[in-house]
């Protein structure tokens, strides 16, 4: 497998709390992580190795609820997916929007779609419906289909 | 006494309905909020119920300016979880279509730009040269615009060899309306009053808010997927990344406009390069699409557009997001607009060339304690008009 110098350090930094590594391409990979570290590795990425949050995709697998933090290395071309599954039934992960401000709208459009709750996010009201959806309807559940 | 300007939903400022309030004391921009969904059409949920092939005409539909940029991305995105090779030619036609569509999208936005600013020579000049552009899209795809022209694995239709020298003319005469355009904007002393210093975005601004295209570019952060993760005939090409240091509204038209001359030139150099390639050889054979996730990404007019799709071998994504350049750029009007006069948030708010609705429907200015209507948007454009007027004279 290849081996890209971007994930050697994170897995020195962070160790067990990298669980799964696929690296596809040169310019492709997806780490799987522990959702109570997602701060720890962002601020990580963010401000040792200056990547860019390009955005985040929530989606429902039978893991759970999985959320994709994709990243981008401008200098590399690398786009890393940072990959956290959540437990159905609670859906809680700490809010990055501490960290880096690109991550507040997605994060209340996740919680409006998927109802991901987001920790310590600042405003987490709704952002496409204007509060004209039913609570506790996420149309991006396959349940709520 | 605090008063509030909502602008939107429906205004001239903004392709998609958005509705921003700014809060002002006096002439000040102190706070701006916003409120979106409008035009939420459900366009990543739609994806699901479509065919691989169907999406290239859903995500065409993004957006009405840089409609090519979105399915340039979702076929990048395709072509790596498909791990197909496309052929030279379709690299080609492929990035002529995506350059000439910056081209067309910088005008339009140079034109907006003097409009809001009351120079309408600027704004009629610049949509005169657009139009050239528009008629070689009418040439070579049928359309002037949402041009139908990918699909995984190669282009939809061939530029034929014999269209290229009147492509080539074409551009000769574009080239030096854009050179004419370019002296005219950038030597003017009134515009440089208007727009420099006025709706500045620094480099940390930009980091912190992820913000991409010439939003980025203009505040010295050279982003440009083109160069930074090659994808179609960029590779095969000379060409440069425009940058500039200052963030102000004035070093986003500079780069705009300097980057149509970059375009130019890689069109010309993909011409070249489509006649040293076999006619008709658009495409792979592309037999399935496997298991799997990709990303895509393209470099709009506006900035990185980026497609993540989930499949499972079906003929349908399970999952497919899109985030568009305006969803990271509109957030930084937060730090270019607040500390503002009014007269400045209208092009501070066009600098990053939000996309644009044409129907104007509503932007009053309401006292916050009477509820008394002082201004409506005709007038707004009006004051910041004025404004210019009396630099001028």
């Known amino acids: 497998m290849l081996k890209l110098h971007e994930i050697e350090e994170l897995k020195e930094q962070f160790g067990e709390i990298v669980k799964e590594v696929h690296v596809r391409s040169e310019t492709r990979a997806t780490v799987t992580v522990d959702p109570a570290c997602i701060v720890d590795i962002s601020r990580f990425l963010f401000l040792d190795l200056h990547f860019r949050f390009i955005i985040a995709t929530a989606l429902e697998t039978t893991f759970g609820i999985e959320i994709l933090y994709h990243f981008s290395r401008d200098v590399s071309g690398l786009i890393l997916n940072v990959r956290v599954v959540l437990d159905k039934k609670n859906t809680e992960i700490e809010s990055l929007t501490g960290l880096l401000e690109a991550a507040n709208w997605i994060e209340r459009e996740m919680h409006e779609i998927m109802g991901i709750y987001f920790k310590n996010h600042p405003n987490l009201e709704k952002l496409i419906s204007d509060g004209n959806w039913a609570e506790g309807v996420y149309p991006y559940r396959e349940s709520d289909e | ?393």
């Open chain 2, 1 to 393: 006494m605090s008063r509030i300007i909502p602008i939107g939903p429906y205004h001239p400022l903004q392709e998609e309905p958005e509705l921003f309030k700014l809060y002002c004391e006096g002439e000040i921009v102190k706070d701006v909020k916003w409120e979106t969904g409008y035009n939420h059409r459900g366009i990543e949920k739609l994806s699901q119920s479509k065919t691989f092939d169907q999406v290239f005409f859903l995500v065409e539909r993004v957006c009405g300016i840089c409609s090519t940029s979105h399915p340039f991305a979702f076929a990048n995105c395709m072509e790596e979880i498909g791990d197909i090779e496309i052929p030279d030619r379709a690299k080609y036609i492929r990035t002529i279509i995506g350059e000439l569509e910056r081209i067309h999208s910088h005008l339009l936005w140079v034109g907006l730009a003097g409009h809001f600013l009351g120079y309408n020579t600027v704004f009629m000049w610049a949509w005169k040269y657009r139009e050239p552009v528009l008629d070689l899209f009418e040439m070579i795809t049928g359309n002037r615009n949402s041009y139908a022209m990918f699909k995984i694995g190669g282009v939809r239709r061939d530029i034929e060899n014999h269209k290229i020298p009147r492509i080539m003319e074409t551009l000769d005469i574009v080239r030096e309306k854009t050179d004419l355009l370019t002296g005219a904007v950038l030597d003017d002393p009134v515009i440089h009053v208007r727009t420099k210093g006025v709706g500045v975005l620094t480099k940390e601004d930009i980091i912190n808010y992820a913000a991409v295209g010439p939003t980025a570019r203009a505040s010295g952060i050279g982003t440009d997927v083109r160069r930074d993760d090659p994808y179609a005939a960029y590779p095969l090409v000379n060409w440069k990344v425009i940058t500039a240091e200052e963030g102000d509204v004035f070093a986003k038209a500079k780069v705009r406009l300097l980057e149509m001359v970059e375009s130019i030139s890689i069109i010309q150099q993909c011409l070249e390069g489509l006649k040293k390639e076999k006619e008709g050889e658009t495409e792979a054979v592309v037999k399935e699409i496997p298991e799997g996730m990709g990303t895509g990404r393209a470099e709009a007019p506006r900035g990185e557009v980026f497609h993540f799709v989930k499949t499972d071998g079906s003929n349908y994504p399970v999952r497919h997001k899109i985030r568009a350049p305006s969803y990271v750029n509109i957030a930084t009007f937060r730090k270019s607009c607040i500390g503002q006069s009014i007269t400045d948030a209208t092009i501070s708010l066009a600098a990053v060339d939000p996309c644009y609705c044409c129907t104007e429907r509503i932007a009053v200015l309401y006292d916050i304690c009477s509820g008394e209507k002082i201004m409506n948007g005709k007038e707004l454009l009006e004051l910041s008009a004025k404004r210019t007027w009396e630099m001028k004279s």
